[in-house]
Each structure stands twice: as C-alpha cells, then as structure tokens.
C-alpha cells in the first residue's frame, strides 16, 4: 500500500491500534476539505501494531485530546515536504471541555455554561477527576 507524502500538513503518528477513528471524530476531522489518511493497524517495531493519521493541511489540534486518546502519541508538522518540528505527546494534566463529568449532581450538570475541566489524578495511570466533584472520568 502506498499513501502519498504531505507537502504540509501534520502527521500523527504512534497511535496506538484503533484509536484513529476515536481521534478522527473527537478531532472534527471529517469536516475539513483537504486530504486526510487514516493508516489502520500499521507494523511497528516498538507498538507491533499502529495507527497513523495524515491531514495534508495546516490546521490546529488540539494536542490535549491526543495525549488523552493515546499517550505518547507523536506529532510531526510538515511545511514544503519536510518536517519542520516534532512533538511527543504524554497524557495531558488538565482536559477542558474533552470530557464531560457524569455526576449529575455536578456544578457542570446543572449550571449552563461552566467548563467541563478534569486533572490527572496520578501522573503514572490515565485517571482524571473533575475538579469540581472529584468525580472520575
């Protein structure tokens, strides 16, 4: 299978296998008018199987949702057919308006318009709690 090079864009790489439709929808992917190839189940040496999503344009994401999605995941932004930086991404320490609390008795169920913000409980484990109700995600 051959998926052509971008020649700017962003390529998200290390994704752990089927996660990409995950991030292709949390992302709003489908509705850009460009180019996007989602590689399912990829060989990798260090993961045995990947996923990978190329956007053949110049867009902002958000790398929160990432992080969240699949830690460690690899970002590489491209501008005239080179890559011009490279982020790895852990899980992030904060997720607003990511994730919704499922309390209903939570300030965020209740009140209109109050962000939906969650912390990482402990640095090691991808748990998050609201930091409204310590309620976890």
């Known amino acids: 299978?051959?998926?052509?090079?971008i020649k700017n864009g962003i390529?998200?790489?290390?994704?752990?296998?089927?996660?990409?439709?995950?991030?292709y929808n949390m992302l709003s992917l489908g509705k850009l008018d460009?180019?996007?190839?989602?590689i399912k189940n990829a060989p990798s040496k260090k993961l045995g199987k990947?996923?990978?999503?190329?956007?053949?344009?110049d867009?902002?994401?958000?790398?929160?949702?990432?992080?969240?999605?699949?830690?460690?995941?690899?970002?590489?932004?491209?501008?005239?057919?080179?890559?011009?930086e490279k982020k790895h991404i852990g899980l992030p320490s904060t997720?607003?308006?990511?994730?919704?609390?499922?309390?209903?008795?939570?300030?965020?169920?209740t009140e209109p318009g109050i962000h939906h913000i969650f912390k990482l409980s402990n640095g090691n484990t991808p748990v998050y709690s609201c930091i409204y109700c310590d309620t976890e995600a």
């Not at 998200?12 to 991030?23: L, N």
């Not at 460009?34 to 989602?38: E, G, L």
């Not at 607003?96 to 169920?109: G, M, Q, V």
């Open 50 to 57: 990947k996923d990978i999503i190329k956007i053949d344009s």
């Open 59 to 84: 867009i902002d994401i958000n790398l929160d949702v990432l992080g969240y999605i699949s830690p460690n995941i690899t970002v590489a932004f491209v501008k005239n057919g080179k890559i011009t």
């Open 11 to 23: 390529v998200i790489d290390h994704i752990i296998a089927g996660k990409a439709m995950e991030i």
């Open 1 to 5: 299978m051959h998926i052509d090079d």
């Open 34 to 38: 460009c180019t996007v190839a989602i």
């Open 95 to 109: 997720l607003t308006d990511i994730i919704k609390c499922k309390n209903p008795r939570c300030i965020t169920s």
